[in-house]
């Protein structure tokens, strides 16, 4: 371990990402110039650039006693991405800056970008440029993504109009039970480090927790139908929370129907075991990486054989507000306490 | 004070975004959508694209006892358009994330976006992105620049060919002095809090250090011109490092004239008083910001008559190595042992 960790100083920043990065080839034609310079020169040809950036912080947004190195690096990239598709618009290239303390060894670097690069690989993404530095403090994982668009198919939060559809694609919750699945076995192993996880049986809600993706296959899918969203968000913050910002962007209200938000069996059971109502955690858990859209009635026509798309409500006037129907039939105003990293962690 | 904290909590991550965001107008035609979607999302009708990111992270990269919070958003803006600069392309937009401790009140958090803001008005830049959370260690910042380009007058690193005369814009080493005074009236602080800071007659060197100004103006001199550079690179960790960067990626050598590389008369005086050689800060002192780059002598000419630019030695072949030339002829090897995070701070 000694040693891995000073092959970090021994390379310094600049031999460290030099090491990280030379085997690196570009893949898009568009990406003319990668790392190793002082910024990463990209031709779009015309097409929009459409572009992101988050920072991420040990402690805040992510945990290294639960955590593996390669899935961090993973899913970094992931919540990136999905901003891109969330657009409409397909990412390209990424850009990652990195902040880490003395404690990390090499190996646990480098399976940070194995992470980082196998996300570039799945999604066809180049990475582009980077930086790494140390931190006196805690890792922090800054990743900027590029995407391309088109000035037709971009999509905002502010198109929804009255009686359009609300549609999310795949199941929402189950990365915030595998949160809390992960977090009740990091208190038993440091209470007492000999007893073994007990894990079996939720892989899906660890995937869904750990290794996130991203849906590209919806953004295709709109290109195939040649069908476009009238608003679309990514949710990162939980369900609740982005239908409010697509509400106030478009300034409308909307009404979900808690019967049609799609939740996953292995959501259901677990959150039997914590006793938490899955539609709770359908509506304020979050990390889902699911797309949450609004589409006219007319072009859901089009997207409605697609079994990963679930339309779960419509939008309204402003003045009826956001609200959830139950199964009973009865109207409550939605509230924004998502997972939300000011709340949950202050 | 603790009024001001609860109002960041108050506001909340979203709240607190456009809280700084919101009275922000986008001015470049190019920057469709700003702040409040999930990306931003620019047009850049054809020219090439140039992106760049860093983080900055509390300890390292900056210390909040003695940087103001305004200078410190100003700063930090300026090291990503100066790497911009440094393709020879122009800044447009700026995407920021940001994450603090709930120590700072909301008056800290708009210093600092009063400082990114004002580096935006400077260099005619939009905001046009960003994010803030909270942070359990300290306090991080990552800046994201993007910039247009032509294809014809972008300039690499790799460029550099035998016989190009290195030069370098405005002075070097005043940065590098100005945190040598700050570090030690920091220590004098520490120890006896009623002693007022003894800063006076160093202006130009505090300026340097902590409202540096990237060289946009050298840009735009090789644009009247019609003029480029062979290689270009800012100077953000040293002279030394910098210049064997270019040789690195270009395949040759240089050879540097110690009496050629230009240092301020401030920089000779408090260099005198902390018993530092000059050039050794201009040498191994970053942060200056200034643009160093390599030109066939043909091109040259047509940048002579501008005062802040200096040719201070030539490329040479690769098998030469990267050589300072001193005062009475003697050839010294460079060493890359700038001012860098990795070797300092750990």
């Not at 990412?91 to 800056?97: K, M, N, T």
């Not at 699945?181 to 939720?202: A, D, H, M, S, T």
């Not at 409500?313 to 939605?334: A, K, Q, V």
Request: charged letters at 25%; one cysteine or more; proline letters at 4%.
């Amino acid at each position: 371990m000694e040693k891995k960790k000073n092959k970090i100083k021994e390379l310094g920043e600049f031999g460290l990402i030099r090491h990280l990065t030379s085997d690196i080839t570009m893949k898009n034609p568009g990406t003319l110039k990668g790392p190793g310079d002082d910024a990463a020169v990209l031709d779009y040809k015309g097409k929009l650039v459409v572009v992101t950036s988050d920072i991420l912080m040990e402690g805040i947004h992510f945990n290294l006693i639960y955590t593996p190195m390669k899935h961090l690096g993973y899913k970094s990239v992931v919540a990136n991405l999905s901003d891109i598709y969330a657009m409409n618009a397909r990412p390209r290239q990424i850009i990652v800056s990195l902040a880490f303390s003395s404690k990390l060894t090499l190996e646990q670097v480098e399976n940070l970008y194995a992470g980082i690069r196998l996300a570039c690989e799945t999604y066809n993404v180049d990475l582009a440029g980077g930086d790494t530095s140390t931190s006196v403090t805690g890792m922090a994982i800054s990743i900027t993504a590029i995407g391309e668009g088109e000035k037709k198919r971009i999509v905002y939060r502010n198109g929804a109009k009255k009686n359009d559809l609300i549609c999310v694609s795949g199941d929402l919750g189950a990365a915030y039970l595998g949160l809390q699945l992960l977090e009740r076995e990091k208190k038993i192993f440091l209470n007492n480090p000999e007893v073994q996880p007990e894990l079996e049986g939720y892989d899906y809600l660890l995937q869904r927790q750990l290794k996130p993706e991203p849906r590209a296959d919806i953004i295709e899918y709109f290109r195939e139908q040649n069908a476009k969203p009238s608003a679309m968000i990514d949710i990162s913050d939980g369900l609740s929370s982005e239908v409010m910002h697509i509400c106030r962007e478009s300034g409308t209200g909307c009404k979900l129907f808690a019967d049609h938000i799609p939740v996953n069996s292995e959501t259901e059971k677990l959150a039997a075991e914590f006793n938490i109502t899955p539609l709770v955690a359908a509506l304020n858990g979050g990390e889902d990486y699911e797309l949450l859209f609004t589409v006219s009635p007319g072009e859901f026509v089009k997207l409605k054989d697609n079994r990963n798309i679930r339309a779960i409500g419509h939008i309204t006037d402003s003045e009826d507000g956001c609200n959830l129907i139950t199964h009973d039939g009865s109207s409550i105003p939605l509230q924004a306490q998502g997972w939300n990293a000011w709340h949950d962690k202050d």
